[in-house]
Nanobody
Framework: QVQLVESRGGLAQAGGSLRLSCAAS????????MAWYRQYPEKKRELVAT???????TYADSGQGRFTISRDDAKNTAYLQMNTLKPEDTAVYYC??????????????WGQGTQVTVSS
C-alpha cells in the first residue's frame, strides 16, 4: 500500500511565498514522475508542474517563472516552491506520483489535497 501525504498549504499575502511538500511512503519500489495539480471550486483539476525521475521539470503557463518543482528521491518527497503568489493561485493543491510498488504494479497515486489561500 502506498500513501502520499502533503504538508499543510497555508495563507499568504499576494507577492509572498509558500512551499508545499508531498511525501510518499509504503510499498514503494520506484517513483517515476511526480506532479502538482490544483483545483478551483467546481472546476477540473489542472496541472501545475511535473518532474520526471531524471529531474526534468515542466510547468503550466500559470506557474512558469514563479513556481519551482523539485524532488528528493532519498526521502521520496516532492516539493513545490511558490513565489510571487497571486490571489488567483488560491486553490486546493494535490500531488500525484506514478509509483511502481514492490508487488510489481504501477499506478497513479494522489495526495489528500492541501488548501492554499492568497490574500490581495
Amino acid at each position: 500500500q502506498v500513501q502520499l501525504v502533503e504538508s499543510r498549504g497555508g495563507l499568504a499575502q499576494a507577492g509572498g511565498s509558500l512551499r508545499l511538500s508531498c511525501a510518499a511512503s509504503g510499498s514503494i519500489f520506484s517513483i517515476y514522475a511526480m506532479a502538482w495539480y490544483r483545483q478551483y471550486p467546481e472546476k477540473k483539476r489542472e496541472l501545475v508542474a511535473t518532474i520526471t525521475s531524471g529531474g526534468r521539470a515542466t510547468y503550466a503557463d500559470s506557474g512558469q517563472g514563479r513556481f519551482t518543482i523539485s524532488r528528493d528521491d532519498a526521502k521520496n518527497t516532492a516539493y513545490l516552491q511558490m513565489n510571487t503568489l497571486k490571489p488567483e493561485d488560491t486553490a486546493v493543491y494535490y500531488c500525484k506520483a506514478v509509483i511502481r510498488t514492490t508487488s510489481g504494479n504501477t499506478d497513479d497515486y494522489w495526495g489528500q489535497g492541501t488548501q492554499v489561500t492568497v490574500s490581495s
